[in-house]
C-alpha cells in the first residue's frame, strides 16, 4: 500500500494512493491528491504516511494527528474497515505531548 501526502502553502493536507484518502464514512483511494477536509481548522507544517494507508500529520502549534488505515489504532477508537482498524476521520493523538516545532527558520 502506498500513499503520498501533500502541503499547501496554507497549511492544508492532501492524500492520494491506497487508504489515506478520507471520504464520508471511511478511507478509500485516489489517484489524484485530495484535500482532507477533516484538518480545514488546523495549520499543517509536516505529514508522514504510514505503512498501510494510514498518515499522519503535525500542526504549527505541535499537536499530532491520526487517519486512515492504522494497525494498531494508536489507543484511539477506531472502526474496522476490511479487516483493519481505521481511522475514518483524523483525530488528534492526546497521548503524545505538543512537540516544539520551528517554523520557518533558516537552515
Given amino acids: 500500500d502506498r500513499v503520498s501526502l501533500l502541503l499547501d502553502a496554507d497549511g492544508g493536507v492532501h492524500a492520494c494512493g491506497t487508504g489515506a484518502v478520507v471520504v464520508q464514512g471511511g478511507v478509500t483511494s485516489a489517484d489524484v491528491p485530495m484535500r ?51 481511522l475514518a476521520v483524523p483525530q488528534r493523538v492526546h497521548s503524545a505531548p505538543p512537540l516544539r516545532v520551528p517554523v520557518n527558520r533558516p537552515c
Avoid: C, K
Avoid at 482532507?36 to 494510514?54: D, E, F, K, T
Fill in 36 to 86: 482532507v477536509n477533516a484538518l480545514s481548522g488546523v495549520h499543517v507544517v509536516g505529514a508522514a504516511p504510514l505503512s498501510h494507508g494510514g498518515a499522519l500529520a503535525m500542526t504549527r502549534e505541535g499537536h499530532t494527528y491520526s487517519w486512515g488505515f492504522v494497525s494498531a489504532g494508536l489507543g484511539l477508537g477506531s472502526s474496522i474497515q476490511d479487516g483493519y482498524a481505521v
